[in-house]
């Protein structure tokens, strides 16, 4: 969302600069932001032809062949299916692309890697350092109001690889990548289907497959679980615990329990993998008081690390929907939702709360959270029982220190608000 008026005029200085040539490119846009909006994300720039909506893997090859026919805009590209296609003045929708079955037909995204990214260039707090993101699966069962992905890309039927395909990748990344410390899986919820998740991890063992892993996980996972993924390598879950106020969580539709939280919390210590709570603010029917509840919960909780924010709501999701019914989005300009520094920038308010003292309250929490005195000596037992920590632990706080300390560089409110 952020990114969609520099790609669109990204488009039109390519095509200008190339000339005659440029006139011959035929641009098509994907993502979430232009699968919500295919028809507004048109209307930004005549250089675009065409958004790919949804999942678009398999629709942009059908593309590529239909263009390789060397033929003007007409049948061949209408049947194509999941485009929305400029012919002039006209836009013209092709129809649903149904979602792939089958993902085992993918081919390995680390590849990627070998051939175009240098994974140095990537830093995730949540996983040692160097490693390479991939996805094992690809849909979402769960309706929270705010996720993206689920609502606008790949929908929430849960499309799995199969466990040999998965493994096989693991085993060309590090053949590939010696010099990798991690893996990330980015899965909405990498055990969405535990029998799965069990069954890659024993076949990781099975093949003496050692590097370290992250995953996204949820609290409703259970402590066996988590003892085999910690067997085969996991060493830390981002997981969302959102919210201290059990009313706040069953209106976001997260479909977990504040006792659910603590008894995964507990669990996670006992098997020794590390957390990475997320936590929002900024909810229907948020407060001072729940901000409040939010706040002592990440504490109680006690997870390796944090962050909070105020709620992000992007186009396509039940959560846009909400806040712009309500009148609660500040800006209409897409670009605002980063700041300068490109973090999460603060375009909503709440309906007790103001933009300003939504973003005030995240800036104060991380600052009582990570400036515990016992969460100081935690990291510093940390670093010295387990050295592989040491070199995250000091990249992070190079990283984060300066919003830790000096607050997040949102722009003022009146800054964002449209004229």
């Known amino acids: 969302t952020p990114s969609i008026y520099n790609d669109v005029n990204f488009s039109g200085k390519l095509k200008k ?11 098509v846009l994907v993502g979430t932001h232009v699968s919500a909006l295919p028809e507004e994300s048109l209307s930004l720039n005549a250089s675009v032809d065409a958004v790919a909506q949804g999942e678009f893997d398999v629709t942009v090859r ?43 037909q993918l081919p390995f995204v680390s590849s990627v890697y070998k051939r175009f990214l240098d994974p140095h260039h990537y830093f995730n707090p949540n996983a040692l350092f ?53 893996i990330f899986f980015e899965d909405d919820t990498f055990p969405a289907n535990k029998k799965r998740c069990i069954a890659i991890c024993e076949e990781m063992i099975r093949r003496k497959i050692k590097i370290s892993w992250t995953a996204n ?4 996972l259970d402590q066996e679980t988590m003892r085999v993924m910690k067997k085969a390598g996991c060493r830390c879950l981002c997981v969302g615990f959102e919210s201290g106020n059990q009313q706040l969580l069953d209106t976001m539709k997260k479909g977990i329990t504040l ?17 990475h709570g997320c936590f929002m603010v900024g909810l229907p029917g948020e407060t001072q008081e729940t901000m409040q509840e939010t706040l002592d919960l990440a504490i109680s909780l006690q997870p390796d690390a944090i962050q909070m924010y105020p709620v992000m709501v992007y186009p396509g999701t039940a959560a846009y929907a909400w806040y712009k019914q309500k009148n ?29 003292e939504l973003v005030r309250f995240c800036d104060q929490a991380r600052k009582k959270f990570y400036l515990r005195p016992g969460y100081i000596l935690y990291k510093f037992v940390q670093m010295l029982r387990h050295p592989t920590e040491i070199r995250r ?7 984060f220190a300066k919003y830790l300390f000096f607050g997040s560089d949102v722009q003022k409110e009146s800054a964002i608000q449209d004229s």
């Open 259 to 275: 006792e659910q939280s603590r008894t995964f919390m507990e669990a996670a210590r006992k098997t020794g993998i590390l957390i």
């Open 328 to 356: 609660l989005i500040t800006s209409k300009d897409f670009s605002q939702w980063l700041t300068p520094s490109g973090l999460h920038n603060t375009v909503i308010q709440g309906e007790n709360l103001s933009a300003e």
């Open 17 to 27: 600069k190339l000339g005659r040539e440029g006139q011959e490119l035929f641009i």
């Open 393 to 399: 632990t000091l990249k992070s706080v190079r990283t």
């Open 130 to 182: 160097p490693m390479v993101t991939i996805t094992t699966s690809r849909g979402c069962p769960h309706r929270c109001f705010f996720c993206v992905y689920p609502q606008t890309m790949m929908g929430h039927r849960l499309r799995n690889r199969s466990v040999d395909n998965v493994v096989d990748e693991l085993e060309y990344i590090i053949a590939n990548f010696p010099e990798l410390k991690a």
């Open 217 to 220: 996980a949820r609290v409703d």
């Open 62 to 104: 059908e593309l590529a062949d239909a263009l390789g026919t060397g033929r003007e805009l007409g049948q061949e590209l209408e049947s194509v299916a999941g485009l929305w296609l400029r012919n002039g003045d006209e836009v013209r929708h092709t129809g649903e692309r149904v979602p792939l079955a089958d993902v085992d």
